[in-house]
């Protein structure tokens, strides 16, 4: 297998490939938080029906294997990310950073002033993961159903090219 990691934009065939990636990397995740993770419901159907509604996608390959992805999508005059995800064999290879930072060079290419993500409060390994590539918190958010914040919202702003 080639060490080199391509990424490369998803099309309306990778469906099963992303749900797979997801499935695999959100696994950790599994009665860490409450309420549970929507990615744990992601199916190819789901995503089909994402992908086919305008979300688009980033895969990340290693060889003839699809290690990572992230879901991206307009919002606010940004460009929002979630479900990004790196299988758990191919962690610890700046994955994430590299998929992070395609989603910020697409919204550069749309001409968007920013990029989005919400992420569990729970989760501060990830916190510190987007803090450290210049995300800062903008509000906190319940889940429907509870009283109090179980997500951080966090933006970073584009520099005008």
Not at 8 to 34: C, K
Not at 46 to 55: H, M, V
Not at 82 to 108: D, F, Q, Y
């Amino acid at each position: 297998m080639s060490d080199s990691v391509v990424l490369r934009t998803a099309g309306a065939g990778d469906a099963s490939v992303l749900a797979a990636i997801i499935t695999a990397a959100f696994e950790q995740y599994r009665g860490r938080l409450i309420p549970e993770s929507g990615a744990f419901r992601e199916t190819t159907e789901s995503i089909s029906r994402e992908l086919a509604a305008g979300t688009g996608a980033i895969i990340a390959e290693q060889g003839e294997d699809a290690v990572g992805c992230v879901m991206i999508k307009p919002a606010d005059g940004d460009l929002y990310f979630g479900r990004l995800a790196v299988t758990p064999s191919a962690r610890g290879r700046g994955i994430a950073r590299r998929l992070v930072k395609a989603v910020e060079n697409e919204a550069a290419r749309r001409g968007l002033a920013g990029v989005r993500l919400g992420v569990r409060i729970v989760l501060t390994e990830n916190q510190r993961l987007f803090t450290s590539l210049g995300y800062v918190e903008t509000s906190r958010e319940a889940h429907p159903g509870f009283d109090h914040p179980t997500s951080i919202s966090m933006r970073k702003v584009l520099s005008p090219s």
